[in-house]
């Protein structure tokens, strides 16, 4: 079994695989991975949970946008999962994704990650990722598994928690989809310039990546991250597919193994 890491700013995202099926998914918050003792109790604890001997883990697959958490987590499986292959995904990494990057090495893990995702899913399709998560990300790929670069701006929970830290009077809200444009208490005002800031963020950047990128040609529009549900009522994505990065991290192995048996033969 294939046991995948998606270490995020704000969560870590595990999923187990069997061959290509997710048996089950959970997350942790990583501001609280604490040791590398207390980190592999915890993975090993959530297996026993979902019936599965810690023993028939045969890999561990990490993405990680934390590199602070990395050590931590290669000692854990070490420690906790001795006779389980460690991989990382990471620059030189064979994937089957070509990235155009002017420095390929700055590209996160996770933007990677759900490029392999999404061109498994839609092979020879234009593609344009959303993922919103702590910052939220808008990746373009072509058809021909170019990782062409994307954009980057402030997740949801990310903007509000910087205007309450950087005001005196605002304050923190709950992240909704408003039922009307207009705000009528600063409660409401703030809940709607991240909604309606996010949503017209992300179509005015759809269109240019149209018109900039490829030229007419249809594109496929993928939402993932923890905020992408908010927004499946306003025709922004084709499809979500909430478990994108953790197929990525799965087929990032795959296909780095894959390579490496092609180099030996």
């Known amino acids: ?41 915890f993975l090993r604890s959530i297996l026993g949970t979902n019936n599965i001997a810690y023993e028939k883990i045969a890999v561990v697959a990490l993405s990680s946008v934390v590199p602070g958490c990395n050590y931590t987590i290669r000692h854990a499986i070490s420690q906790y999962f001795p006779a389980a292959e460690y991989f990382i995904l990471q620059a030189g990494v064979k994937t089957g994704i070509n990235i155009k990057y002017k420095n390929p090495g700055e590209v996160g893990a996770d933007l990677i990650a759900g490029a392999i995702g999404g061109v498994e899913a839609f092979p020879d399709k234009n593609l344009v990722i959303i993922d919103l998560g702590t910052a939220t990300t808008l990746a373009a790929v072509s058809r021909k598994r170019d990782f062409l670069g994307g954009v980057i701006m402030p997740g949801m929970r990310l903007a509000m928690e910087s205007l309450k830290s950087n005001t005196a009077k605002l304050m923190e809200v709950d992240i909704e989809v408003p039922e009307t444009y207009l705000g009528q208490s600063t409660r ?41 549900q908010l927004f499946r009522d306003e025709k ?17 192995y795959v296909n780095s193994k894959a390579a490496q048996a092609r180099q030996q033969a």
């Open 1 to 41: 079994m294939l046991l995948c890491l998606d270490v995020g700013n704000t969560h870590i995202v595990g999923g187990l695989f069997g061959g290509d099926k997710l048996l089950f998914r959970f997350r942790y918050a990583t501001n609280q991975i604490g040791t590398a003792d207390q980190f592999g109790i």
């Open 188 to 228: 409401e005002c703030i809940q709607r310039g991240l909604y309606f800031g996010h949503l017209g963020a992300m179509r005015e950047i759809i269109a240019g990546y149209r018109k900039e990128l490829f030229a007419g040609e249809d594109v496929t529009v993928v939402g993932t991250g923890g905020f992408s």
């Open 236 to 252: 922004v994505f084709d499809i979500i597919l909430p478990d994108l990065v953790l197929q990525g991290v799965r087929l990032a």
